[in-house]
């Protein structure tokens, strides 16, 4: 069983940043590919970005540029940095794992909510 924690999310001004952190509760990256996911009310979730056991990333196009997607190994710790945000980007942000060979074992965290308003 992976335990995921995040933390980070809050109020922000367009155009200000946020690092969001996920913690998991052992050493998983060589074999879970971490992803963020965001849900904003009335949508469906979607990965905002990821990144697998050998370091490569995806993100969502309407992200690129603006959020980057990293982990400590050390501290078994995934980040998500988000500049230039935007209204849009409001949403419940989500840390997933996932195995890389058994895609149906999957965790999630609790979700933290990121509001990008003036």
């Known amino acids: 069983q992976v335990q995921l924690v995040e933390s980070g999310g809050g109020l922000v001004q367009p155009g200000g940043s946020l690092r969001l952190s996920c913690t998991a509760s052992?050493?998983?990256?060589?074999?879970?590919?971490m992803g963020w996911y965001r849900q904003a009310p009335g949508k469906q979730r979607e990965l905002v970005a990821s990144i697998h056991p050998g370091g490569n990333t995806n993100y969502v196009e309407s992200v690129k540029g603006r959020f980057t997607i990293s982990r400590d190994t050390a501290k078994n710790t995934v980040y998500l940095q988000m500049n230039s945000l935007k209204p849009d980007d409001t949403a419940v942000y989500y840390c997933?794992?996932?195995?890389?060979?058994?895609?149906?074992?999957?965790?999630w965290g609790q979700g933290t909510q990121v509001t990008v308003s003036s």
């Open positions: 052992g050493s998983i990256f060589s074999i879970y590919s």
């Open positions: 997933n794992a996932r195995h890389i060979i058994r895609t149906s074992t999957t965790y």
